[in-house]
């Protein structure tokens, strides 16, 4: 059999095993990696059929609001709000709960049906902070009617359950990288620091997004090891992050960053490794992707994070809400939501 012809067999034999729903083994994810773009057509077409089949042709848009800005004590090689690095991100205490609760009411005017809170700093955990975000969340489910994230740090079990009991559906904690690759980009806390944020959320019975960063200098075989932890540790959706590199921070003058056909490879391997959870598209998008970014979906994303991000200016969401349209998708209609009984003053 000539060697094109087994390739393809390999590749048609991952697509029916995600199709079927079963886990792609550490070693196609690997070869999947490995193979030259001749093959990137039927990678995608068979990503694009395992979304089809378990994700349906609905794509579901989110947006992130940076609600507390810099002044952050860990070291992340890529993040502009980190203390150890010069850059020209903005700097503000925890915005009040009604700044929150309007920006979350533009974005769900302008098409988001999930909405993040985020915070800089190694955690939140002082309860006054903790009070604004836990009135918030109450509002945006109660008077919004939309579907609440938060990316706060590390955060305990308690302040996990109270911000469950004030509303909120699901916790974002990206692990960013593998285990191995984590010290040459972060070096002020643990990768078990990541691990154990997400294992609390998820024995909380709370929804957990966590991914990674990709262009931070990583191997194959670190993503492959970033996808199989994530795997592991059952969350319910992956975010694909791509690598801005940003003046001030360290990756900004190393040979960091990803480009365009290595970019949609990962979003490719990502939904076929990944059959039935979501795979949603974040930060760096259009650097990496330029004008494919409409590929996305193609090639096995369901979701998208439009609008800005957490320190840098996004599309506009009413840009990304046609493009939706003109690839032939529809919005994931608005969640069905019970209203939560708080009593926080």
């Known amino acids: 059999m000539p060697m094109d012809d087994e390739i393809i067999s390999r590749i048609s034999a991952c697509t029916e095993t995600a199709l079927a729903g079963k886990n792609l083994s550490t070693d196609d994810a690997r070869w999947l990696f490995s193979l030259p773009e001749s093959f990137a057509p039927l990678i995608r077409k068979g990503a694009d059929e395992v979304r089809e089949k378990h994700r349906g042709h609905r794509i579901d848009p989110c947006t992130v609001m940076n609600a507390k800005s810099g002044g952050c004590s860990e070291d992340c090689h ?127 019975g709370m929804s957990v997004c966590s991914g990674g960063i990709f262009g931070v200098g990583e191997s194959v075989d670190d993503r492959v090891s970033l996808f199989s932890l994530l795997r592991d540790l059952d969350v319910d959706s992956i975010p694909i992050n791509f690598l801005v590199p940003i003046a001030g921070t360290p990756l900004f003058d190393r040979e960091a960053g990803i480009d365009t056909e290595e970019a949609l490879r990962v979003i490719s391997v990502a939904r076929l490794f990944f059959p039935t959870k979501e795979v949603r598209i974040c930060g760096g998008r259009m650097p990496a992707l330029k004008d494919r970014h409409p590929e996305i979906f193609s090639h096995g994303a369901d979701g998208v994070m439009i609008g800005n991000y957490l320190t840098r200016s996004g599309r506009s969401p009413d840009l990304d809400i046609r493009m939706i349209h003109e690839q032939g998708f529809e919005l994931v209609p608005p969640h069905p939501l019970t209203p939560v009984a708080t009593d926080l003053g």
């Not at 203390?83 to 988001?112: C, Q």
């Not at 489910?141 to 990316?151: K, P, Q, V």
């Not at 305990?156 to 974002?172: A, F, M, P, W, Y």
């Open 78 to 204: 890529f993040c502009a709000q980190s203390t150890h690095f010069r850059t020209i991100a903005p700097t503000y205490e925890l915005m009040a709960s009604d700044s929150i609760v309007e920006s979350a009411r533009k974005a769900r005017d302008n098409g988001t049906r999930r909405f993040c809170i985020g915070t800089s700093g190694r955690s939140l955990e002082n309860p006054l902070e903790l009070r604004v975000v836990q009135k918030a969340l109450g509002r945006m489910r109660d008077e919004l009617g939309l579907w609440s994230c938060a990316t706060l740090g590390s955060v305990s079990q308690n302040t996990i359950d109270l911000l469950k009991d004030s509303g909120l559906n699901r916790l974002h904690h990206n692990l960013e990288t593998s285990r191995n690759h984590f010290p040459k980009i972060v070096s002020t806390h643990s990768y078990d620091d990541r691990i154990e944020t997400v294992v609390k959320a998820k024995d909380a």
